[in-house]
């Protein structure tokens, strides 16, 4: 059974950083690409960042380019996301899935598997 458990989301001030980790289980980490999406209250799910087995491929969301950074540890079975300089429209809640699909990486339908999400709350 696969599992995705994601950690490291909180409250912080506009301007602040945070990092999310999200440890994966129950079948071949490194067969499978990486991706990060969130949440906001009263809006549809929106891809955020995703990256290759191998970190070969990494993709953002434009809003988030130049702040937040996506890295996996194989060895780890782990994918993080930096994020830096966040502002209150960042506030959501954030989930890593796992992508079992081959199409777009920026297509959730692509991910199998998801994690419970973790909240992020930036205040001004």
């Known amino acids: 059974q696969v599992q995705l458990v994601e950690s490291g989301g909180g409250l912080v001030q506009a301007g602040g950083s945070l990092r999310l980790s999200c440890t994966a289980s129950g079948r071949t980490f490194t067969n499978y690409a990486m991706g990060w999406f969130r949440q906001a209250p009263g809006k549809e799910r929106e891809f955020v960042a995703a990256?290759?087995?191998?970190?070969?491929?990494?993709y953002y969301r434009d809003s988030v380019k130049g702040r937040f950074t996506i890295s996996r540890d194989n060895a780890k079975n782990t994918v993080y996301l930096q994020m830096n300089s966040l502002k209150p429209e960042d506030t959501a809640v954030y989930y890593c899935?796992?992508?079992?699909?081959?199409?777009?990486?920026?297509?959730?339908?692509?991910?199998?598997?998801w994690g419970q999400g973790t909240q992020v709350t930036v205040s001004l």
């Open positions: 899935a796992q992508r079992g699909g081959s199409g777009s990486h920026y297509s959730e339908v692509e991910y199998d598997y």
């Open positions: 990256i290759s087995w191998n970190s070969y491929y990494i």
